[in-house]
């Protein structure tokens, strides 16, 4: 059974700083994986999508990196902002996508 | 990407009466639809998936018989908690199954309270 671990469970920083987002996976045959964004109260908003055979994808201020055969992805967001401020999730898919539990992040302008 | 519309978007029922949650998927036919459940501070998990005319197939530990799904054509599908009771409170999320290998879009998700 696919396990999805998300470090850190929380984070605050200032405005204008580097965001540094951790999603680790224990079974390596994924399809894809997938950041999205969750405001509170609200649905998912897909951030980023990186297929098995990518090694990372770029939108913007996002990136995110793949390593699949160490079961790891990170998100960076460059130059936080107070509306960046949500919470981050990341998922993959072996067709049914299995998900960690999320970064909540707070940007204090 | 995917339009899909899910409502409502927040319902507060009394305990043992029956909530149905409805997603339609806008702009393409979608032969499956994934429901989700999210608690607290906890991630989103798969109940069960639902295929177009035909029987949903549910994860383990989820009971069919209190989360009746029904899928009756390629834009609908439709959740319902009956008997409710307040450990039912959750987030009940949807998503239309759109192939393996292609990016995921969700409802707007329906908060419900069963007081």
């Known amino acids: 059974k696919q396990e999805v671990t998300q470090i850190p469970a929380a984070l605050s920083v200032p405005e204008g700083e580097n965001l540094v987002l951790n999603c680790s996976f224990t079974d390596s045959a994924i399809y894809n994986l997938q950041w999205f964004r969750q405001d509170p109260g609200k649905g998912l908003t897909s951030l980023l999508l990186i297929q098995s055979s990518q090694r990372e994808q770029t939108s913007g201020r996002l990136n995110a990196s793949l390593d699949k055969s160490s079961g790891r992805s990170t998100l960076y967001i460059a130059a936080s902002q107070p509306g960046d401020s949500a919470t981050y999730l990341c998922?993959?898919?072996?067709?049914?996508?299995?998900f960690g539990a999320g970064t909540t992040v707070t940007v204090r302008a | 990407g995917a339009v899909v519309s899910q409502h409502p978007s927040r319902v507060i029922c009394k305990s043992g009466t029956s909530v149905k949650i409805e997603c339609r998927s806008l702009d393409f036919q979608a032969t499956t639809m994934f429901w989700y459940r999210q608690f607290p501070k906890q991630s989103l998990m798969l109940m069960a998936t639902?295929?177009?005319?035909?029987?949903?197939?549910?994860e383990q530990g989820v009971e069919k018989d209190k989360f009746l799904i029904n899928h009756a054509s390629l834009t609908l599908s439709t959740l319902t908690v009956t008997s409710a009771h307040p450990e039912d409170s959750s987030f009940y999320i949807c998503s239309p199954g759109q192939g393996a290998n292609t990016e995921a879009f969700f409802g707007q998700g329906t908060r419900l309270t069963v007081v």
């Open positions: 639902s295929n177009e005319g035909s029987k949903a197939t549910y």
């Open positions: 998922a993959v898919s072996d067709y049914k996508l299995s």
